[in-house]
């Protein structure tokens, strides 16, 4: 059933009504289809920034996260395989030596990140 169906074919007022839906409708369209386009474009950032946060769990080398108070944030795999014992001694793990003097430096400097091979 076509949107003739709801007018009359008098013309005057009713084909204006008529085409003044008619514009409505394909204004919609276009709205729903941008909404499409934007939804799939979201799903391929999704997509990309999922990719990126597994970059840490599958590097081979230990990354260690630890905050200005001394507290560990975050180890990959290969850091809890190469220190299992860095959680539990935490900041007075051998690999965290001279810990107080890199954080004192990283505030100084105004630098995010610091590091140790």
Sequence with gaps: MGLD???TRGGGKDDRDRDQLLAEI???KKQIKSLKD???SRKKADAEIFNLASF??????P???ISLSGELRYLNPAAKKVFPD????????HALRDL??????????????????
Aim: proline letters at 5%; charged letters at 40%.
């Design 26 to 28: 394909e204004e919609l």
């Design 63 to 65: 990354i260690i996260e």
């Design 38 to 40: 934007a939804e799939e």
């Design 86 to 93: 860095l959680t539990k001694k935490g900041i007075k793990h």
């Design 100 to 117: 107080d003097n890199v954080i004192a430096d990283l505030e100084k400097s105004g630098e995010r990140s610091y590091i140790r091979e």
């Design 5 to 7: 169906a709801f007018f």
């Design 56 to 61: 840490p769990e599958q590097y081979p080398n």
